[in-house]
């Protein structure tokens, strides 16, 4: 397992290329934190893994707010350690008011 022992940070991990990566990330190893906006489909990200013996743990965020990017930061330190790899998925279209 090539990520065994590390923390991987995956925003957009609740849908395309974000869930596949986060799936894929604790096939080796990893334990994942799954950040996406859309709780719904993060759980069934987050169920996904842990069905195939995975771990990893949910985190609402949207990345177009750091207030919640630093609360996810926060809550991934604080659950364990540092993470070792990021991946950021963008939405498709983002909107800022």
């Not at 195939?52 to 177009?64: H, I, L, M, Q, S």
Request: hydrophobic letters at 45%; proline letters at 3%.
């Amino acid at each position: 397992m090539m990520l065994a022992g590390k923390v991987a940070v995956i925003t957009g991990g609740a849908r395309g290329i974000g869930h596949s990566t986060a799936v894929k990330f604790a096939a080796e190893g990893a334990k994942v934190a799954v950040c996406d906006i859309n709780p719904l489909l993060m759980q069934q990200t987050l169920a996904a893994i842990r069905a195939n013996g995975g771990e990893a743990e949910g985190y609402p965020v949207d990345v177009t707010r750091k207030e919640t990017l630093a609360a996810m930061v926060k809550a991934v330190m604080a659950s364990g350690g540092a993470s070792t790899a990021w991946s950021t998925t963008p939405a498709s279209s983002w909107t800022r008011s």
